[in-house]
């Protein structure tokens, strides 16, 4: 009785060890299911509209920011993502909320150095803060009223900080 007990017992140990070992090649090796990978990032579009702040809680949720751009290459990427899933537009994490007119990424505030605005953008109409991209300015930036709904990419590091294959 007392061996089954311990069998049991060692069994349960080994699965709860495989799954940990499991666990961990996943944070080490990849982004989780449902997230794309690019360079040392993971990015997930989500097709469901929100406003600007809402997509913000969403990807907080997930231990994520609503997607920084940095490059022309990440713009390429985010806009084939939009392209490939449909989504017309998509929430950035940029905003000019704090001091008009100065773009930064949120919520750590860093200034936006890359940026691939539209003619005539932003042009703060009617008081517009919010970053987004899409198809009418042909995946060109705008600023936008942040209580508009729409998709958005929410972007996480790889874990290892590692460029992942495929
Ligand atoms: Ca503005
Ligand atoms: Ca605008």
């Given at each position: 009785m007392n061996s089954l007990i311990v069998t049991q017992t060692t069994g349960f140990s080994m699965t709860l060890i495989i799954g940990c070992i499991l666990f961990l090649l996943d944070i080490a090796f990849g982004c989780p299911p449902g997230w794309t990978t690019f360079n040392t990032s993971c990015y997930h579009l989500s097709l469901e509209e929100e406003s600007?702040?809402?997509s913000m809680k969403m990807c907080e949720i997930h231990g994520a920011y609503l997607v920084h751009v940095n490059s022309a290459s990440e713009d390429t990427f985010t806009t084939n993502l939009m392209v490939t899933n449909g989504a017309g537009h998509a929430w950035m994490g940029g905003s000019d909320w704090t001091v008009e007119?100065?773009?930064?990424?949120?919520?750590?505030?860093?200034?936006?150095?890359?940026?691939?605005?539209?003619?005539?953008?932003?042009?703060?109409?009617?008081?517009?803060?919010?970053?987004?991209?899409?198809?009418s300015q042909h995946y060109h930036?705008?600023?936008?009223?942040?209580?508009?709904?729409?998709?958005?990419?929410?972007?996480t590091t790889n874990k290892d900080g590692n460029p992942v294959a495929g």
């Amino acid at each position: 009785m007392n061996s089954l007990i311990v069998t049991q017992t060692t069994g349960f140990s080994m699965t709860l060890i495989i799954g940990c070992i499991l666990f961990l090649l996943d944070i080490a090796f990849g982004c989780p299911p449902g997230w794309t990978t690019f360079n040392t990032s993971c990015y997930h579009l989500s097709l469901e509209e929100e406003s600007w702040m809402d997509s913000m809680k969403m990807c907080e949720i997930h231990g994520a920011y609503l997607v920084h751009v940095n490059s022309a290459s990440e713009d390429t990427f985010t806009t084939n993502l939009m392209v490939t899933n449909g989504a017309g537009h998509a929430w950035m994490g940029g905003s000019d909320w704090t001091v008009e007119g100065m773009w930064v990424w949120e919520p750590e505030g860093e200034l936006i150095q890359y940026s691939n605005f539209a003619g005539g953008e932003p042009n703060n109409k009617d008081g517009q803060n919010c970053l987004k991209k899409g198809i009418s300015q042909h995946y060109h930036w705008n600023d936008q009223d942040c209580d508009r709904l729409y998709p958005y990419i929410c972007e996480t590091t790889n874990k290892d900080g590692n460029p992942v294959a495929g």
